[in-house]
């Protein structure tokens, strides 16, 4: 059995489903993250699993213990919010060292605790000030480090770094898996920046209208993913999702896309004459100034981004489709429109449903 | 230009003049003899005396008609006990139902304040003649008891509508960390939502302070001498004392001060307190 | 064999799971006593709406009895009522009317911040801090026909022997300019909160246009300033409209009956004539007026309440 497993959770408000038959299971030492867009439910997930809130359906079991009805400070979960929701009228050292206060833990193991929880966070330089006096980065570790101290069995992240500048994203990006590592905690990470969840989880659980359509490793989620709509959320820029209806001949399976055929390396026969989604990463699409037996394009801009270039192409039927190549390439420098040949790395595609975007 | 801020100027003094002129020459009233005060022209040159604040601390007044008993020091041991009283069982009532009515939208919170601000503006006699019925039948009248109970009716919906404000404001984030920290409901309650809400629950005891203070009607109805605060007393001095003019004075200054020294330390939260929260100063 | 650390496992999750109930019932809990001091409220309101319906004189108690809307009946059919009517209305609207209108004067003059109207913003606490029956005394010794210093001053400037609240022609005027004194600082207040939590950019923008001063008084600032006088203005009209302690501290209702306002009548009603029927009719009737006053009222400031907490 999973160290916590959530099972057909289901929470509504005033008779609007926020929540709807979540289920997932973590292992002990996982880290999970829960990725989604805001309005996606995420807050409602972690005040349910907290404690704050009281589902209307289903179950949060935590080492075999149904967690119903369990006040929050029963539950042994820990959590760091996003605005930090520190106590503005304790000092670092107080707000660190609450959960321990809370047990009674003797004064010299409070201090100790406290202060090796807060040299790791490098924050004991201002453990005895007031948040009001830390900066954005020492009150996110200062809420950190209240969540960790008391080494909870399950610890919530709620976007913690969205509210810090970039250089200190970056910095706790590299930071926060070794350090939550050291606390041997099981850890479930909201976020939702999408390239934060490819970095950072063992697993991605992705939260759409309320439930997780798609819980997979960090690579399952962005080569396979369950349907449209994930496709679409991992990966900038967005995925290329393209109509099309893949015809068997001899060869093999062939489809049009914007007037030239082309030829599918798959022999999945159930696509055949079956009116779908291809889906096409920005990547696995070449691009050549030279004329290849590709598909015909018009390059209408380039730009640079993250070490790559990201090209809008227009295909003869107006199609518009993203392509991306590695910086320093012919394509560099290239001022205006252009005509050029996109091949589709089609090793690579996917096939979506075109009623419920499910992926076939 | 030149005339408008003329106009101005003058219009700004005439305005304090209005307002604090009153306040000064009754502080002025109050350090002078009769014959200084029935002096024609007035003067504001006269040798003060401490006479009459002496009179009226031994409770021996001087009359036409000889040395009076009158205990006005009572009527503001009264006012104090009856305000002090009002303000912490307010409190007491109050605050926790202000963090219900915040923190849980609830139907019954929210009939129950209306029902309390509505009778804020429903005339006090029409409460007050029953309860004086019922009040004598079951002992209250004439007790501090009695009249604190009555005055809630004017300190329970200011605490209840400023505090809530302030819970409102308070992150319920906050609560849940310091639940998820490990401590029980109340302890939360008492020690993350009290102090942080702790400035409006301040504002609203010292303005609820104020206006138990300056009630009249409700203990002009339901007690007598012996529980009576001093804006009862000032009345019944003021008969008594006669021609006395320099002891009403200063009758009616030591009636005001404790308020006025109160009201400079809350000026932060008037404007809120005034308008039951309606409009943050 | 029974197992110790099983018992108090189980007596521990009793505790634990406490949780959804004690939740379901906390904010009851919390707001039963003042819910229990509303009850305490609500009891002598309906007992006053009771005696109302009835002949009820503490000087004959064997008379009582349930008249129905007798004593109503009989108040609308006496002169005297009609008076307490008018005279009601008068000083509602002359203490609100004035006060408006002196408020918004004095909110405009000290909008602009500097060290003499900070100062004088301070002052106009003062008046305000005084119990309205205090300082109806106070004006009462200035206003002393031996000695009152405002006496005194109307004398030199050649009003002799005008008698203030003890003449029927100057009684109404008199209680109207103490009323003034008391409660004009709380609309300067209430209105300069208002006027200086309004946006900066439509004043500017008038400014550099250079929009005549009438046309951004007229058109910009007063509407926006609008919900707070409704505000501040209804507040005033259901203290106004009931006031008595101004009154019966200056002239107990008199000279005769020129002062006799609802609460003051019913007060006399009650402790003269102990007459509780007809003093709890005419409070009833008094109560509908400030009932509907007050809803207006309350649907104003809560709008208002939205806006400073940030929710609207």
């Known amino acids: 059995m999973a160290f916590l497993e959530i099972t057909g959770l289901n929470k509504a408000f005033k008779g609007h489903a926020i929540i709807r038959d979540l289920s997932v299971a973590v292992e002990k030492g996982e880290f999970l993250v829960v990725f989604g867009q805001s309005g996606s439910g995420k807050t409602v997930l972690l005040r349910l699993i907290a404690g704050m809130l009281q589902a209307d359906a289903g179950d949060v079991r935590l080492d075999g213990q149904s967690l119903l009805g369990v006040n929050p400070e029963y539950r042994d979960i820990g959590m760091a919010f996003q605005n930090y929701a520190l106590y503005p009228h304790m000092t670092a ?24 929880t807060a040299r790791l966070l490098r924050i004991d330089h201002v453990i005895d000030h007031l948040p009001r006096a830390l900066s954005q980065g020492q009150k996110q570790r200062t809420a950190l480090g209240r969540s960790l101290v008391g080494r909870p069995a399950v610890l919530l992240l709620d976007d913690p770094l969205r509210n810090v500048d970039a250089k200190i994203r970056y910095e706790m990006r590299l930071e926060l898996p070794r350090l939550l590592r ?62 099309v209806r893949p015809a068997g001949t001899a060869h093999g399976l062939t489809m049009r896309i914007a007037d030239t055929m082309v030829a599918l390396p798959q022999t999945d026969e159930a696509l055949v004459g079956r009116e779908c989604m291809l889906g096409i990463r920005s990547e696995n699409v070449g691009v050549s100034l030279e004329s290849t037996s590709g598909i015909p394009v018009t390059i209408d801009a380039i730009t640079p981004l993250n070490n790559r270039l990201v090209m809008l192409l227009r295909c003869t039927d107006g199609t518009e489709v993203f392509a991306s190549c590695p910086q320093g390439g012919p394509l560099e420098g290239l001022r205006g429109r252009h005509q050029a040949w996109a091949d589709f790395d089609l090793a690579h595609a996917l096939f979506f449903d075109t009623n419920d975007g499910a992926r076939l | 230009m030149q005339g408008k801020s003329v106009l101005r100027a003058v219009s700004l003094v005439l305005i304090g003049l209005f307002f604090l002129f009153p306040l000064f020459w009754v502080f002025l009233m109050s350090f002078m003899t009769n ?72 139907r019954l919170g929210e009939d129950m304040a209306f029902t309390l601000l509505s009778f804020r503006f429903a005339p006090p006699l029409l409460v007050l003649l029953p309860l004086l019925i019922y009040f004598q039948q079951m002992g209250l009248y004439d007790t501090y008891f009695g009249l604190i109970w009555v005055y809630q009716l004017i300190t329970l919906p200011l605490v209840l509508w400023i505090v809530r404000g302030y819970f409102e404001d308070v992150s319920e984030d906050i609560e849940l960390a310091y639940r998820l920290d490990g401590h029980s409901w109340l302890q939360t309650f008492l020690r993350i939502s009290i102090p942080l809400a702790r400035p409006g629950i301040a504002a609203a005891a010292l303005l609820s302070f104020i206006f138990a203070w300056n009630n009249f009607i409700f203990a002009l109805i339901l007690g007598s001498s012996s529980v009576q605060p001093v804006t009862v007393g000032a009345l019944a001095f003021i008969t008594a004392s006669g021609i006395e003019y320099g002891q009403i004075a200063a009758a009616l200054v030591l009636s005001i001060v404790p308020t006025l020294i109160l009201a400079l330390f809350t000026q932060r939260y008037l404007v809120e307190g005034l308008s039951l929260g309606a409009i943050k100063g | 064999m029974p197992n110790p650390a099983a018992a108090t496992m189980a007596v521990s999750h009793a505790k634990r799971r406490s949780g959804a109930r004690m939740a379901r019932i906390l904010p009851y809990l919390l707001s039963l006593p003042a819910l229990l001091t509303c009850i305490g409220i609500l009891v002598p309101f309906f007992s006053a709406v009771y005696y109302a319906l009835q002949r009820y004189n503490l000087a004959f108690p064997a008379g009582r009895k ?24 008068l000083y509602t609207a002359l203490t609100v009317g004035l006060e408006m209108l002196l408020g918004l004067a004095i909110a405009l003059l000290l909008w602009r911040r500097s060290f003499v109207t900070n100062l004088l913003s301070v002052a106009l606490i003062l008046p305000l801090m005084v119990a ?19 006496s005194y001053f109307v004398s030199v400037i050649g009003i002799h022997d005008f008698r203030w609240a003890s003449a029927p022609q100057s009684a109404l005027f008199t209680v109207v300019l103490v009323d003034m004194w008391v409660y004009t600082p709380f609309i300067s207040i209430l209105l300069l909160a208002g006027l200086r939590g309004l946006p900066r950019q439509p004043f500017e923008a008038a400014e550099l246009d250079g929009v005549p001063t009438s046309f951004v008084f007229f058109r910009i600032m007063l509407p926006m300033l609008l919900p707070y006088m409704l505000t501040a203005g209804l507040f005033r009209m259901l203290d106004s409209i009931q006031q008595f302690d101004i009154i019966y501290a200056m002239t107990q209702g008199g000279p005769g009956n020129t002062l006799m ?21 005419i409070l009833v009737v008094l109560w509908a007026i400030t009932f509907a006053l007050s809803k207006v009222f309350m649907k104003n400031w809560l709008r208002l309440r939205e806006r400073a907490h940030g929710l609207a």
Do not use: C
Not at chain 1, 93 to 116: C, T, Y
Not at chain 2, 49 to 55: D, F, I, R, S, W
């Open chain 1, 93 to 116: 050292f107080e707000n660190i060292a609450s959960p321990l206060r809370s047990r009674n833990v003797p004064e010299d193991e409070v201090q100790k605790r406290v202060h090796d």
């Open chain 1, 182 to 243: 050291s606390f041997e905690s099981t850890v479930i990470y909201v976020t939702q920046d999408y390239k934060e969840a490819m970095a950072l989880g063992d697993r991605i659980a992705v939260l759409v209208d309320g439930t997780f359509q798609q819980v997979a490793s960090p690579h399952a989620v962005y080569d396979a993913p369950n349907n449209t709509r994930i496709a679409r959320l991992f990966g900038d820029p967005p995925i290329n999702l393209l109509s």
């Open chain 2, 35 to 106: 014959a200084d005060i029935l002096r024609n022209p007035p003067s504001v040159i006269f040798s003060p005396t401490l006479h009459n604040y002496g009179a009226l601390i031994s409770g021996n007044l001087g009359t036409v008609v000889g040395t009076q008993k009158i205990d006005y020091m009572l009527n503001l041991f009264n006012s104090f006990v009856l305000s002090s009283g009002s303000v912490i069982l307010s409190l007491i009532l109050g605050v926790p139902a202000a963090y219900a009515f915040a923190r849980f939208k609830f």
């Open chain 3, 66 to 89: 349930f008249i129905w809307l007798d004593n109503f009946v009989q108040l609308f059919l006496s002169g005297e009522f009609w008076h307490t009517i008018t005279i009601s209305l």
């Open chain 3, 132 to 150: 309205p029956e205090i300082a109806s005394l106070m004006w009462k010794l200035m206003t002393n026909a031996n000695f009152g210093i405002l």
């Open chain 3, 261 to 281: 306002v609802f609460q003051i009548q019913a007060y006399l009603q009650a402790f003269t004539f102990t007459n509780i029927g007809r003093a709890s009719a």
